[in-house]
C-alpha cells in the first residue's frame, strides 16, 4: 500500500515492481544480482481520482510513455530493497507534484520611482552614445 495524501492511496496491485541489474560500476557483484528496480504504473487503469489521472497524464515528463504508463528506474543504492524503497518514494512525489496547485500570478506594476530610474537611465546611455559619434573634419 503506498500513501499518497490523507485520503488516496495506491494498493499493491496496481504497481509493477521487477528487480533487475543495475549498470554501471560495482564489480563481479553487479553481474550477479538484481539490485535495481523497475516500477511501472499504469495510470489509466489505477485506482486514482479522475483529478489525478488528468494532471499526471499532462504532465510532460519523461518518465510518462504515451500511453499513460510511468516507468522508473531506482539503482542508486546497493541492496534492492533500499532501491525498491525509493522507487516508491519517487512515484510518491511524481504524483504529489501533478497535483500541486500553483498560485496564480498577481501581475504588479512598476513603481513611479522605477519608471523615472529607466528612463533616466536610458537618457543617460542615449548622451553617451552619441558622444561616440564621428568627429567632423574641419
Not at 496564480?104 to 548622451?127: F, M
Amino acid at each position: 500500500m503506498l500513501r499518497i495524501s490523507n485520503t488516496v492511496e495506491l494498493g499493491d496491485w496496481e504497481i509493477e515492481l521487477h528487480p533487475i541489474r543495475a549498470q554501471g560500476a560495482g564489480g563481479q557483484n553487479v553481474n550477479k544480482v538484481a539490485s535495481a528496480i523497475h516500477l511501472r504504473f499504469d495510470i489509466g487503469r489505477s485506482s486514482l481520482p479522475p483529478f489525478y489521472k488528468e494532471r499526471l497524464l499532462a504532465l510532460t515528463d519523461q518518465r510518462i510513455t504515451q500511453e499513460g504508463v510511468v516507468i522508473i528506474k531506482a539503482q542508486r543504492f546497493r541492496t534492492q530493497e533500499h532501491n525498491r524503497e525509493d522507487a516508491l518514494n519517487r512515484l510518491r512525489e511524481i504524483i504529489r507534484e501533478a497535483v500541486k496547485q500553483q498560485k496564480t500570478r498577481k501581475p504588479t506594476r512598476p513603481s513611479r520611482s522605477a519608471k523615472r530610474k529607466r528612463v533616466d537611465a536610458k537618457t543617460r546611455k542615449g548622451k553617451t552614445k552619441a558622444l561616440r559619434g564621428k568627429v567632423p573634419s574641419g
